[in-house]
T-cell receptor, first 112, second 113 residues
Framework: KAGVTQTPRYLIKTRGQQVTLSCSPI?????VSWYQQTPGQGLQFLFE???????NKGNFPGRFSGRQFSNSRSEMNVSTLELGDSALYLC???????????FGSGTRLTVV | ELKVEQNPLFLSMQEGKNYTIYCNYS?????LYWYRQDPGKSLESLFV?????AVKQEGRLMASLDTKARLSTLHITAAVHDLSATYFC?????????????FGTGTRLKVLA
């Protein structure tokens, strides 16, 4: 059974640019969430999508956005990148809160 | 605002010893999750605890949940080097819907041979 797939694995961008990260959940999982992990702030919730609808959103500026497609695949976009956006971005999918999330390998974004 | 605190933040222990990691949270919740993260890797699900008094065991790890005390523990029995990793607990607040997790700070465990 394929796991959660995130692309790309590594990304280097310049301040002011924008970036799009992609996530393919486990087949049959309708909930997809995104988390940002940094050494200083730890793991922080970005947003959660279920059947193409954003159900929850974390405390991040509007530069961070996401969407989910009808096949449950999800993308997140960060516009006007700042140095502080450098982080590991993790996508997770789930079929039920009783099973918890399965996380992808993450996309490591470096902003220079 | 929900806070999830883990202690200790760092733990260095000898192989064969027992120890407990604590996870305290500040709001009502009946769902708590434990994850493991190896350096440079993603999060691996360890346990899903869904009710007060829940206890789960896998190998040398045992997790429990006390929703009244808002406390979960991850007990390590006879530690081995392979358990070296960072362990996170995550809480799903009741008011947030079903899938928003608030993670603890993590406990970095190092098992010395």
């Amino acid at each position: 059974k394929a796991g959660v797939t995130q692309t790309p694995r590594y990304l280097i961008k310049t301040r002011g640019q924008q970036v799009t990260l992609s996530c393919s959940p486990i087949s049959g999982h309708r909930s997809v969430s995104w988390y940002q992990q940094t050494p200083g702030q730890g793991l922080q919730f970005l947003f959660e999508y279920f059947s193409e609808t954003q159900r929850n959103k974390g405390n991040f500026p509007g530069r961070f956005s996401g969407r989910q497609f009808s096949n449950s695949r999800s993308e997140m976009n960060v516009s006007t990148l700042e140095l502080g956006d450098s982080a590991l971005y993790l996508c997770a999918s789930s079929s039920s809160p009783y099973y918890g999330y399965t996380f992808g390998s993450g996309t490591r974004l470096t902003v220079v | 605002e929900l806070k999830v605190e883990q202690n200790p933040l760092f733990l260095s222990m000898q192989e064969g010893k027992n120890y407990t990691i604590y996870c305290n949270y500040s709001t009502t919740s009946d769902r708590l999750y434990w994850y493991r993260q190896d350096p440079g890797k993603s999060l691996e699900s360890l346990f899903v605890l869904l009710s007060n008094g829940a206890v789960k065991q896998e190998g040398r790890l045992m997790a429990s949940l006390d929703t009244k005390a808002r406390l979960s523990t991850l007990h390590i029995t006879a530690a081995v080097h392979d358990l070296s990793a960072t362990y996170f607990c995550a809480v799903a607040p009741e008011a947030s819907g079903t899938y928003k997790y608030i993670f603890g700070t993590g406990t970095r465990l190092k098992v010395l041979a």
